[in-house]
C-alpha cells in the first residue's frame, strides 16, 4: 500500500516505502508460532524475530537509498549518528500487543533532521492504517479513506480523554502526579502504545502522558501530532526529542494545564 504523501518533504514518499519494506518482514509472524526473547535479566522487554527483521528491513533500504544518512534502531543500534538526517526506527512499538495477538503495535519510522523531528509516520499493517505528518500537516490512509488530521479542541482538563500504555510506566512520584490528573480528567484509556498519539492527532482523544520513553518511541509521533495542530513536549516543557518524560496534547491550552500539574515532578 504505497501512497503519494501530500508533503513538501522530499523525504516524505520514502516513509511508504519502509512501511511496505516492513509490513513485508513483520506480517508473517503476526498470530503466528514463534519465539519470544526478553532482554533484560530482571524484569521482562520483549523481543521477537518479526522486530528484528522488520528492522533489518528498513535498514536495508536506508543504506541502499540514502547511504549518507544515519540511522537510530531499537533493536540494531546506532548507525552514522552525526549525519545531517537519521532515521529513527521502533520496528514493533508494543512488542508485549505483538505478542498477544493484539493490534494495538505499530512500526515506528521517524526522520530527525539537524537533531530535530521533521518526519514522521506509524503503520499498522494488520489494520491497514497508515498515520503521518511534517510538523506542518498530518494525514491518515486506511480502511477510512485518505483524509486530513487535526487534533481536536479541548482545553479544559475535566472534559479530556487521556491516554497512558500503562501507568507502571511512572516511579512512585511520577504515578502521584498521573493519578492527579487521571482523577480530574472525563476519561482515561490504557493499553494504547503508539495508537494514542495517532489518536490525538486524529482527534479521537485529547493527551498522552507516559515517562522512560527511547527517541525511537517518540520521534516518528512528534511529526504527526504537531502536524495535526497539537504539541508534545517533555513534563517540564523541553523537547522531546530524545524521549523521556512526554506529553502529547491536541489543544495547546490543555497543554499548559497538564504541564503546571507534571513539570513539578521533574525529572527522575
Not at 523525504?11 to 519470544?36: K, S, T
Not at 514493533?92 to 512500526?107: Q, S
Not at 488530521?149 to 472534559?159: F, H, I, P, Q
Not at 489543544?251 to 527522575?268: A, F, I, M, N, Q
Request: proline residues 6%; charged residues 20%; contains cysteine.
Amino acid at each position: 500500500m504505497t501512497e503519494t504523501a501530500p508533503s513538501s518533504n522530499r523525504f516524505a514518499p520514502f516513509l511508504d516505502e519502509l512501511a511496505d519494506a516492513a509490513a513485508a518482514a513483520i506480517m508473517p509472524h503476526f498470530r503466528q508460532g514463534f519465539a519470544v526473547d526478553n532482554k533484560l535479566e530482571t524484569g521482562f522487554d520483549p523481543v521477537t524475530i518479526a522486530d528484528r527483521n522488520g528492522e533489518s528491513a528498513m535498514r536495508t533500504l536506508i543504506n541502499g537509498t540514502y547511504p549518507d544518512h544515519g540511522i537510530l534502531g531499537e533493536e540494531h543500534g546506532p548507525e552514522k549518528l552525526d549525519a545531517d538526517h537519521v532515521w529513527v526506527l521502533d520496528p514493533i512499538d508494543g512488542t508485549r500487543a505483538f505478542i498477544t495477538g493484539l493490534p494495538t503495535w505499530g512500526t515506528l519510522i521517524g526522520l530527525r533532521s539537524a537533531g530535530t523531528p521533521s518526519l514522521g509516520m506509524m503503520v499498522q499493517p494488520y489494520i491497514g492504517e497508515r498515520y503521518a505528518g511534517d510538523c506542518k500537516q498530518a494525514w491518515y490512509n486506511g480502511p477510512l479513506g485518505t483524509r486530513t488530521l487535526k487534533a481536536r479542541t479541548c482545553s479544559r482538563l475535566e472534559d479530556a480523554a487521556i491516554f497512558t500504555t500503562t501507568p507502571f510506566l511512572f516511579n512512585d512520584t511520577e504515578r502521584a502526579a498521573f493519578d492527579r490528573v487521571e482523577a480530574s480528567a472525563r476519561l482515561s484509556r490504557y493499553g494504547t502504545d503508539c495508537y494514542a498519539y495517532c489518536m490525538v492527532a486524529a482527534g479521537q482523544g485529547d493527551a498522552v502522558i507516559e515517562s522512560g520513553l527511547q527517541a525511537y518511541d517518540i520521534v516518528a509521533l512528534v511529526p504527526i501530532i504537531e502536524g495535526a495542530d497539537g504539541v508534545v513536549t517533555t513534563w517540564t516543557g523541553g523537547s522531546p526529542a530524545d524521549g523521556g518524560q512526554i506529553l502529547a496534547s491536541g489543544d495547546p491550552r490543555l497543554h499548559d494545564r497538564l504541564l503546571r500539574e507534571l513539570s513539578r515532578v521533574g525529572t527522575p
